[in-house]
């Protein structure tokens, strides 16, 4: 692929003043338990790549094209990370 055909990637960042806008951006609210729950559906947690319930303190991200929620603690940040290196 030529430089110019390269897909760019793009990436946002946030501070904690917008982190509830970004949250109901990708379809998402915050339920009694302060967990993610999914807007549509009020009784459907978001679940991280690791099975674990996202909460709104512990919201780090998500991956362009899917539903993956990641979490802020910094194991699921380094699997994170590899995973956007290995698609480089």
């Not at 760019?8 to 904690?16: A, Q, S």
């Not at 990708?26 to 807007?39: A, F, M, T």
Request: hydrophobic share 35%; glycine share 6%.
């Amino acid at each position: 692929m030529t430089d110019s055909k390269k897909k760019k990637k793009i990436v946002v960042t946030f501070d904690k003043n917008l982190k509830g806008k970004v949250i109901e951006a990708l379809g998402y609210s915050e339920d009694k338990d302060d967990c993610l729950v999914d807007i549509k559906n009020p009784t459907q947690r978001a679940i991280s790549p690791d099975g674990l319930e996202v909460s709104v303190d512990m919201f780090a991200g998500a991956k362009k094209g899917s539903l993956l929620l990641y979490n802020s603690d910094l194991p699921s940040l380094i699997k994170f990370s590899d995973k956007l290196s290995l698609e480089k």
